[in-house]
């Protein structure tokens, strides 16, 4: 998600340097490799025995501004200018409220007045105008908007989610079909050595002349080393495919495939035109109609499966055919340059 | 990757054809609706003034009539309220053992959907949604193949009919007569898909992936109460049938406390999940947030109703009982024969 996200998680350290200093003790971190710069809610920089030392009885003031803070208001930074840790972190309070979608306006120049509203009240955040007039108009919004900011929030969290189970779903695929090659590989150099060491057995052992045994041995070899490398050949080429269409982006279409180009194999009069709805069937079901629970036949022809197909590809079809618009009625794909 | 472009079977449905909306071209078709209605019933009301010997009260009538109009969303709570009544009824008729219990589920929501199409293209004021409702019922039990005789469908209103009022009130003709109006305005398309088959696919295709099996059929269980409240909702009209039955499993299971997401996630791949989730969320929203029409708000509409019907349509109006006549005197046409 954010860098303040990523930061909680510690994927991203604080910023460090050598040349840190405490500015309240001065002390260095070229003493003391293990000195912690904290910053409060004002941005100012303070080491941890500093902290402690003002901050042992509670809340009190900063040294340099002189706000009331308390010691677990304070964080370390990630970035070295402190300007930038602010506007990151105002940003993301921002977001956190603000957090209204395209789709929740009626036209995009809602949205766009909305998107304006919202980058001018952060301005006044981050220049420092009118601050309690701001956070008072900000908090009037989380009142008001509550519910709808939280629909919004657990939405982007599935989104996020979702997000990272296709990345995860593509890496597995990609980690099997590269097993999969290596075990290949290694499938076939066993093979070559044991046959190799066939021929040494079968020119041991055998009566027949040498030249025989190895003539056959040699068209044994070439064909299992043929099929092997057209099995290899294929999971290169998926792979391939597989990383390409990683690197383009999660919605690729294959729409402009010329529909001619496509091989649907041989012509079957008996096809059915309508596409199958793929399932995959169990042994066994805890069916609750009675009919269909021992086995038997509930109507001449009809089988448990039968049955039980007919429920899950009901459950299958159109699971995922998007909500009815108004213009996917309308043919949107008439040419009209052509006139 | 070959794409092959055959049509899905579930795509070749009439549902799917014809009754897929937005939500928007759903409110402009009911704002429309209402609009013309109104148009005739005020044209109804002045002819009625005609045939009316002009005492003079027609005048107070159609003020009376303008004042009581209903708006399109006072038109839906009236048609949600008579929705419900059908759940009533058809607990009476398998308590009467006129419906099966496997075929009770079907017939109440192919009955309900015929009350939500019918209400597409017609207007409660020149049909008020009572007897729809029992044409419906009727219509349903028929197109469910668990037919009810007429004479035993109308046997317990009238029992109920005769312990409040006194006297059956609904007559076999009500029902008959307005059975060819449902069919056509439903466009003679009969069948509906439900979310009941796929909620029974789902459950048995999840038992691959969830141990907890007794809660699992407890979720179920669950399962057809969220989707009896989904099919008051117009989500027949935006969503497919799997998709609303995956969001009733989904609110079953959070009643239950399971977690199916596990179960989606190792089925289906996260970028199609992506746009399924979303869809998930609508239905969820939609099946949670419908609020049924209490019976005093119902009575209020009704009041307002019986003041602003379309005299042309009700069989007890002079202008009906006038225009009958005059279709009695004058000679049989057929079709065929005027050229």
Redesign the interface.
Known sequence: MSILASAKKQDISAYTTKEDSCPQCQRMRYFNERMMLLVGPCYHRMCELCLDNTFSAGPAPCPECQRILRKNEFYQPIFEDLTVEREVRVRARMAAAYNKRQEDFKSLKDYNDYLEMVEDLTMKLLYEEDIDQTDSIIEKYKRENNAQIERNMSKRQREEKIQRMVLDQEKNKKQQLREEYLRQLEDEKREKVEAKNNIINALATSDKSAKEILKARAVQLKKSSLSNRNAGRKAQLELEALLKSATEGFYDDDDDIDIEEIDDGPFDPAESPYEPVVVKLREKYDDPTPAFRQGNLAAAGVTREMHQRYLIEGAMAGLFEPPFSDSAKSPSNMDTSAS | ????????????TSQ?RDW???SE?LAQQRAANNKQGIERVLQGLREEAQVDDGSGTSEARIAEATKNLLTPNEEVELIDYYLQTILTYTRIYRKENLLKA?AANNVKATAINFVKRFYLHNVVFDYPPKTIMLTCFYLATKVENSFVKIDDFIRPLATAEIKRNGKALTKNEDILDLEFVVIQSLQFELAVHHPF?????????M??YIDN?PLL?EV?ERTHHYIDQSLYTDLVF??????I??GAFKLAAKDKDLDIDPYL?ECF???????????L??IQEAISSHKPTTIDKAREIDRKLILCRNPEKNPNSKLYKKKAANQEDAPYVSDSDSE
């Not at chain 2, 990757?1 to 070749?12: D, G, N, V």
């Not at chain 2, 935006?238 to 998709?243: G, I």
């Open positions: 990757m070959a794409t092959t472009h055959k049509p899905q079977l579930y795509q070749q799917y897929r909306f937005t071209s496997d088959r796929p909620a029974y696919g789902f459950y048995l295709d038992q691959a099996k059929k179920y935006l969503y497919q049938p799997s998709q039955a995956l996630t791949e996260a970028r199609l999940l992506e746009t399924l989730y979303t869809i969320d609508d």
